[in-house]
């Protein structure tokens, strides 16, 4: 299966509201987007069309309105963000990353807890 292209923020706003409310049409994608944002009806239908054509979001046209969710789960597309975002500015360095993630903002004592699960994890998956 071919890799789909990285969404833009507003591609990716429309994303986040698909992975939450799974299936939509674009009355409903439009309706949750306005509490974020105002924008025009036109705008997110056009959007959503192309986002259809790059791949992002399956249509299903077998109703009336047009039913629309997300081609791939979240994690796969934030996976595709996040080493991009590692190759291009860290230079796919996950260390220089999480570096940079920790000194930007200080991590809760749960989030440190989660961290060292998660590193733990990971520890043992290396041997």
């Not at 220089?96 to 961290?115: F, G, I, M, S, V």
């Amino acid at each position: 299966m071919p890799e789909l292209p990285r969404p833009s923020d507003f591609e990716l706003a429309i994303l986040r509201v698909l992975w939450r409310m799974g299936d939509a049409t674009v009355r409903q994608v439009y309706e949750a987007l306005q509490a974020e944002r105002k924008l025009g009806y036109t705008t997110v239908l056009k959007t959503m069309q192309i986002m259809v054509d790059k791949g992002l979001l399956v249509r299903d046209e077998s109703a009336r309105s047009h039913v629309y969710r997300a081609a791939e789960a979240p994690q796969a597309t934030k996976g595709g963000l996040l080493k991009d975002l590692v190759d291009k500015a860290f230079g796919g360095s996950a260390i220089q990353l999480l570096a940079h993630a920790l000194n930007a903002k200080r991590p809760t004592k749960r989030e440190l807890d989660e961290l060292q699960i998660l590193l733990d994890h990971a520890r043992k998956e290396r041997k």
